[in-house]
């Protein structure tokens, strides 16, 4: 099984910054596409970003030009710098992963998220 863990939310005014990290642990043979994606009360799940094991990026257009995401596969880490951030941007961020694990194919996990709030 492979384990994902979100850090690094919390409250920030508008105009602020914040830096996720979502760290994978566990019986892991590969990771393969990341992706970050946020949970606002009463809205669906929507996708922010992606990120492919050779570090190719995607972004939704309310992210393009403010969040930025990483990847370090050494540590099997994945990162979401948020910067501008705006009020509309206040949700639950969830952390997903592709992964193989050595008992498991290909699977997709999610981790149990981090709250970021954006307000005065």
């Known amino acids: 099984q492979v384990q994902l863990v979100e850090s690094g939310g919390g409250l920030v005014q508008p105009g602020g910054s914040l830096r996720l990290s979502c760290v994978a642990s566990g019986s892991i043979r590969s990771i393969d596409d990341m992706a970050w994606y946020r949970q606002a009360p009463g809205r669906q799940r929507e996708l922010v970003a992606t990120?492919?094991?050779?570090?190719?990026?995607n972004y939704a257009d309310s992210a393009k030009g403010r969040f930025t995401i990483s990847r370090d596969n050494a540590k099997n880490t994945m990162y979401l710098q948020m910067n501008s951030l705006k009020p509309e941007d206040t949700a639950v961020y969830y952390c997903?992963?592709?992964?193989?694990?050595?008992?498991?194919?290909?699977?997709?996990?999610w981790g149990q998220g981090t709250q970021v709030t954006v307000s005065s």
């Open positions: 990120i492919t094991s050779g570090g190719r990026t």
């Open positions: 997903n992963a592709d992964a193989t694990a050595y008992n498991r194919n290909l699977y997709s996990y």
